[in-house]
């Protein structure tokens, strides 16, 4: 198998001072120390077959990218507080069936990865 090679400058962006991930769409009004208080990746997870990506930030999302191509595939609100923790499950093979995710909010929700990570 040839080893695939991913451009992480594609998927995370840094500020100058390089305190805190952000998103790469900021104004530059946005660009403050208070940014970091709200907003940013907290946690990551890569499925067991190497597929996808998923990410949880500090405002209760979680977002699941391809990483070949890097298109978002599904956007989940899925907490009122900072994502903590993702974790994939380990499926029959290398395929992930689950993806488990802890907040702030003292939640825990799992996501079917393979019906669209759906509830």
Known sequence: ?????????KVVYFD?????LKESSLQSSEKD???????G???LSISPDG??????????????HHLQSMKELVKIEAHDA??????YSQGQGSTASYLASASRDRLIHVF???KNYEF
């Open 33 to 39: 120390g208070s940014y970091d208080q709200k907003n």
């Open 41 to 43: 990746v907290r946690c």
């Open 112 to 114: 079917d990865a393979k």
């Open 16 to 20: 100058p001072q390089f305190s805190f």
């Open 1 to 9: 198998n040839k080893k695939k090679e991913c451009d992480l400058s």
């Open 82 to 87: 900072e994502v903590l923790s993702l974790q």
């Open 51 to 64: 597929e996808h990506l998923a990410s949880g930030d500090r405002s209760g999302n979680i977002r699941v």
